[in-house]
């Protein structure tokens, strides 16, 4: 069984490029979350989705950044116009429907955004 | 505002000892705490997961606690080996389903 997968591993972009990142969640999970990671910093959450719809994104910025989880297909997390602020390691997550309240988060590997 | 502080300097310990991680929290109360493993250039790795009706949660080596009066939580590793060293995670859940994380705290076992 597959853990979450995310690539790229690695992006470069340069300052007023776009990233696009990907995550694709556990089989059986319909929950994914973004979570972004500065040098030297604990994990910020992003945005939390299930297919189709945002449930919460509180921790996203409002401008340059969005996402979406398609009924088909990975989660994209969009980072528009990157600055170099927005280097980072940027993990994606994801969880079962349970119901119970408890689920689990399991990561991915993370993508490490360089903006030059 | 919400906060979770974990200790910011690294803990050395030799090998074959006890490691004890704390976690504090405080303006929350959360319904349950997890622990996550981060290795450098790698993701979390999820641990254990412990509810606010629980006093204790043990899985092989480690051994989590929860105290809501004192919102805290202890992680402890017994019989730590250097294949323990990495980053330990405190998270609480808050809203729908998101983690809030602390910043960390660096174990280093020295053989």
């Known amino acids: 069984n597959a853990g979450v997968m995310q690539n790229p591993r690695h992006l470069v972009r340069r300052r007023g490029q776009e990233a696009r990142l990907r995550c694709s969640p556990m089989?059986?999970?319909?929950?994914v979350y973004w979570y972004r990671q500065l040098p030297e910093e604990g994990l910020k959450f992003m945005v939390y989705?299930?297919?189709?719809?945002?449930?919460?994104e509180s921790g996203m910025p409002k401008e340059r950044f969005s996402a979406e989880f398609p009924k088909e297909g990975p989660s994209i997390l969009r980072i528009q116009q990157v600055v170099r602020g927005d280097s980072a390691a940027y993990f994606c997550a994801s969880s079962p429907h349970t119901g119970g309240g408890t689920d689990t988060q399991y990561f991915g590997p993370g993508t490490r955004l360089t903006v030059l | 505002s919400q906060k979770i502080e974990q200790n910011s300097e690294a803990l050395n310990i030799q090998e074959g000892k006890t490691a004890t991680l704390t976690c504090n929290y405080t303006n929350y109360s959360p319904a349950y705490l997890q622990w996550y493993r981060q290795d450098p250039g790698r993701g979390p790795v999820f641990l254990l997961l412990i509810r606010e009706n629980e006093k204790e949660k043990r899985k092989e080596r480690l051994k989590v606690t929860f105290d809501t009066t004192l919102k805290q939580s202890l992680f402890h590793i017994t019989a730590s080996q250097p294949a323990d060293s990495a980053t330990y995670l405190c998270?609480?859940?808050?809203?729908?389903?998101?983690?809030?994380f602390g910043a960390g705290t660096r174990l280093a076992v020295h053989p």
């Open positions: 998270a609480l859940r808050s809203g729908y389903n998101k983690l809030i």
């Open positions: 989705l299930q297919k189709e719809n945002i449930i919460d």
């Open positions: 089989k059986g999970h319909s929950h």
